[in-house]
């Protein structure tokens, strides 16, 4: 059984998954290949080739099942950075542009519209010309 084993794109449990991970096993959560370089305890993107394993062969699309004979599932792949990462990125852009959508939703009113529309018809007319 893989205890403590967690998908690592997912973060779902492979808890009930027969050890060693065989080469065509599935997430049950994501459908995502297991025997992959992500799940690799070699994987380190520090490393040369991504592997800490000298002699292993290069595999170039780390998050698809592969025929290494060196793979070792290693506990906590799963990092969750990319949702942290937009979330940091989300958060960023919110303070240059002063919030996200839903607080510029909330900054304008249906009235403040209203009156910004009143204003450009005051100053260019409207007169039924074909305008806006």
Partial sequence: ???????????????????????????????????????CEYYDIRAAKECREPVA??????????????????????????????QHARGQLDALFGGGSGELEKKVSRTDVDVARERLEQLFGSGGKGGV
């Fill in 57 to 86: 062969d290069e595999v170039q699309d780390k998050g698809r099942a592969n025929f290494c004979g060196y793979f070792q599932a290693k506990a906590g792949a799963y990092s969750g950075q990319g949702n942290a990462v937009s």
């Fill in 1 to 39: 059984m893989a205890a403590g084993f967690i998908c690592w794109k997912c973060g779902a449990s492979l808890a009930d998954l027969p050890m060693p991970l065989a080469r065509v096993v599935e997430c049950r959560a994501c459908s995502a290949d297991l025997h992959v370089c992500r799940l």
